[in-house]
């Protein structure tokens, strides 16, 4: 006799944030005036996608080259997922690039706008 049985796994609370910057940058990213997207990945403890996860993720930055955000930095999640595009026109220097959804803080993205084209 063979028995068999149905397991449905679910992902667990929120326990960290995932910050990258899209292709074709890596980090530490080097641009040149450009637009760059951010993608924060919500993740459990075991680093799976909390998949149902719609909460508003706070992107920010600091330093002498942070860039404006729209809407302040709030972008929802959908799917656990929240990406935002930030165009860093003229503005020259470091910023150091994060997310945070309550209390839970992304590795920082560090990026340098060197130089402006045209």
């Known amino acids: 006799m063979i028995d068999t049985a149905v397991l449905t796994v679910v992902t667990g609370p929120a326990a960290r944030i995932s910050l990258t910057a899209i292709d074709p940058y890596s980090p530490p990213l080097t641009i040149d005036c450009t637009a760059v ?41 959908s799917d656990g997922v929240a990406e935002i595009t930030v ?8 910023a150091n690039v994060k997310a945070t959804v309550g209390s839970i803080v992304s590795n920082a993205i560090q990026v340098e706008v060197k130089f402006c084209i045209g």
């Open 37 to 77: 997207t951010f993608r924060a990945t919500i993740v459990d403890a075991h680093g799976n996608v909390v998949d149902d996860d719609t909460s508003v993720v706070q992107f920010s930055a600091t330093g002498a080259g942070s860039p404006a955000f729209l809407n302040n930095g709030a972008v929802v999640a």
């Open 87 to 94: 165009n860093y026109g003229s503005k020259l220097g470091a």
